[in-house]
Structure formats: structure tokens, C-alpha cells
């Protein structure tokens, strides 16, 4: 639990250059510096760190559980609560236009609706009477 994108993918937390080559304080504080102590230190932290890279497909396949059960419950909590209304015929209704050629005028994020119509029957396209003003 509690795992980052970097160390489900690369198995580790990230380090920066430097503390590959200058020991830092964490590493420091977990030893006391003294070569022998350095070296079993830096074997023990091998061997975990092996441990870790085995144990990795185990915490992607978790994750993966997870996000995938926390999808099924949003799905769930939505279609509980989501209510259907079928157009009912004289239903005023908005439809979408479909541009055949790349206009500059318009953003891509600008909806494109154009005039209102009546819902006559059915969920066709060919059911929709226009309004005149």
C-alpha cells in the first residue's frame, strides 16, 4: 500500500545522480560510516533491494486489483443514482452538428449546437420536427 507510479514501475524510490555517488544523510545515519559497516550495509541494502524487485509483480498486480475494483464502485455509485428519461413525444431537444470540413472560426472545445427541435417519436434523428420562430 502506498506505492508510487516510479517504484510500481521501476521496482524503487528515485534518486537523484548525487546520492549515487555522495552517501547522503539517510545513508549515513544507517551506518555509522566505518568502511566494514559501510560494506555490510550496502549488502544488506542489495539483498533487500532484490527482495523488493521479486515482490514487485505481486504489488503491480495489487494495484492493478485496485484500481480496478475502485472503477467497479464508481460504476456502481453512478449507475445507482443515474435515472432515465426517455424523450417523451413534443420534448424540445438540442441537436448536435456534425462538421463535415475543418472550420478556423471554431475551437475544438466549443460545443456545435445547432437549432432547437421537437421530439415527434422514437430516438431516431429522422423523428425531430424544427421549430419555426
Do not use: C
Not at 566505518?34 to 494495484?63: C, G, I, T, V, Y
Not at 478556423?104 to 427541435?117: A, C, N, S, V
Amino acid at each position: 500500500m502506498g506505492q508510487t507510479p516510479f517504484s510500481l514501475i521501476f521496482g524503487g524510490e528515485a534518486l537523484i545522480p548525487v546520492e549515487l555517488d555522495v552517501y547522503s544523510p539517510r545513508v549515513e545515519n544507517a551506518s555509522t560510516f566505518d568502511p566494514p559497516a559501510l560494506l555490510d550495509w550496502q549488502k544488506q541494502n542489495e539483498s533487500a533491494r532484490r527482495f523488493k524487485l521479486d515482490l514487485l509483480e505481486e504489488d503491480r498486480e495489487l494495484a492493478a486489483f485496485r484500481q480496478t475494483e475502485h472503477k467497479r464502485r464508481i460504476e456502481k455509485y453512478y449507475n445507482k443514482h443515474v435515472h432515465r428519461r426517455p424523450f417523451q413525444q413534443g420534448d424540445l431537444v438540442l441537436k448536435l452538428k456534425k462538421q463535415r470540413w475543418p472550420r478556423h472560426d471554431i475551437r475544438k472545445t466549443q460545443l456545435q449546437l445547432g437549432r432547437p427541435f421537437r421530439h415527434l417519436q422514437g430516438t431516431r434523428p429522422q423523428h425531430l420536427q424544427t421549430i419555426k420562430a
